[in-house]
């Protein structure tokens, strides 16, 4: 059987609420355990800063990475797919 990919996830451009971000972090949490994703350092000037709560991920099948940010209301929080534009810079995978 191979190994599960990220193609199977969907982006969030929101979470509905405090309790589904906790269950998402859960999920992340046991797919880093079975070595499917791991956490990597945010790219120098690619985060959005120290005041909020975000993570990066990468797939280990494909090398894709993912931006994890947790909700600060009236923000709702994010998970969406991020890819490199340019030499130094990284956008949303959905960004044009």
Known sequence: MP??????????DFFYSGREYERFQEWIREEIAAGRVREVRI??????GNAWDEHWYQC??????WRLVGPDPPFRGIFKKVRRRGLFGWASADYH
Do not use: I, K
């Open 43 to 48: 790219p120098w000037r690619a985060g959005w």
């Open 60 to 65: 280990r099948s494909c090398g894709q990475r």
């Open 3 to 12: 190994d599960p990919h990220c193609d199977d996830w969907n982006q969030l």
